[in-house]
């Protein structure tokens, strides 16, 4: 299994960014996945879901209304569109399997919000 994050960059606040993960190893259309957000210095925490239907998303309070998750089953492929990006936004983007703890976690990718 292997997830490959990517998208990430230098944006100013209010700004907008798309992330992508290419996912390989299993059959992406038969899980439900998240992203996760890492702040310097903190763990990783999940900031959005989504079913393997496509039409479950569930979002932290802190993304919820500037970010959507969404999948495309046949690239494999899992994105993360957000919009009105704030200096807290900055840090490291994964993605996994939404449940499965034991997931190797990809190199992430950078977001870095500032004016």
């Known amino acids: 299994v292997q997830f490959v994050e990517s998208g990430g960059g230098l944006v100013q606040p209010g700004e907008s960014l798309r992330l992508s993960c290419s996912v390989s190893g299993l059959t992406m259309s038969t899980y439900a996945m998240s992203w996760y957000f890492q702040a310097p210095g903190k763990e990783p925490e999940k900031v959005a879901s989504?079913?393997?239907?496509?039409?479950?998303?569930k979002y932290a309070d802190s993304v919820e209304g500037r970010f959507t998750i969404f999948r495309d089953d046949a690239e494999s492929t899992l994105s993360l569109e957000m919009t009105n990006l704030e200096p807290s936004d900055s840090g490291l983007y994964y993605c996994r399997r939404a449940w499965f703890t034991t997931d190797p976690w990809g190199r992430g990718t950078q977001v870095t919000v500032s004016a």
């Open positions: 989504i079913g393997n239907s496509g039409r479950d998303t």
